[in-house]
Antibody, heavy 111, light 112 residues
Framework: QVQLKESGPGLVQPSQTLSLTCTVS????????VHWVRQPPGKGLEWMGR???????YYNSALKSRLSISRDTSKSQVFLKMNSLQTEDTAIYYC?????WGPGTMVTVSS | DIVMTQAPLSVSVTPGESASISCRSS???????????VYWYLQKPGKSPQLLIY???NLASGVPDRFSGSGSETDFTLKISRVEAEDVGIYYC?????????FGGGTKLELK
């Protein structure tokens, strides 16, 4: 059974760095790509970037200067790091494998 | 980037009746392999999005056949027959043809 689950700090101070982990099960990161998508409260979906099955990454140009996605295939984990956080980065952050989505983790940027 | 435009913003449906949601892309989503890369998702209140339709017209696993997808290279329709209470939520179309992936703004389905 394919499963993804996000984990992270919940609260981040402005200008600090966000670190999130997506832990997957039921498939190999070397066979499938994993994407990060976020959703500000009451708003739509924004695709952030992806870790391809071959290790290649691609980022939304609007976030590229602040965003980094990496992985540890031995632990079945994909990582998201985004720096210089602002209040507008407050959102639910999801990892997804197209057909399956994690439950999401809420990140609030506030002092 | 490919722009996905959905209509209407919201739709109110009597249970048992049908509903249609439209989505238009700013560029053809038809790949040279013959597949049209438009997907439909439903986000129920407080939940993460769930896949309904993939590659324009294919029903995702476990999704009732009351849902169907159709369209052309740039214009797409999600139809829900015999709407039920469990169908309430926000519907999104998305394009998976190229990066960055993009989504429509969403259509909220409510019951009358």
């Amino acid at each position: 059974q394919v499963q993804l689950k996000e984990s992270g700090p919940g609260l981040v101070q402005p200008s600090q760095t966000l670190s999130l982990t997506c832990t997957v099960s039921g498939f190999s990161l070397m066979d499938y790509s994993v994407h990060w998508v976020r959703q500000p409260p009451g708003k739509g979906l924004e695709w952030m970037g992806r870790m391809k099955y071959d290790g290649d990454t691609y980022y939304n140009s609007a976030l590229k200067s602040r965003l980094s996605i990496s992985r540890d295939t031995s632990k079945s984990q994909v990582f998201l790091k985004m720096n210089s956080l602002q209040t507008e980065d407050t959102a639910i952050y999801y990892c997804t494998r197209d057909s399956s989505w994690g439950p999401g983790t809420m990140v609030t940027v506030s002092s | 980037d490919i722009v996905m435009t959905q209509a209407p913003l919201s739709v109110s449906v009597t249970p048992g009746e049908s509903a249609s949601i439209s989505c238009r892309s700013s560029k053809s989503l038809l790949h040279s392999n013959g597949i049209t890369y438009v997907y439909w998702y439903l986000q129920k209140p407080g939940k993460s999005p769930q896949l309904l339709i993939y590659r324009m017209s294919n029903l995702a696993s476990g999704v009732p056949d009351r849902f169907s997808g159709s369209g052309s290279e740039t214009d797409f329709t999600l139809k829900i027959s015999r709407v039920e209470a469990e169908d309430v939520g926000i519907y999104y179309c998305g394009q998976l043809l190229e990066n960055p992936r993009t989504f429509g703004g969403g259509t909220k389905l409510e019951l009358k």
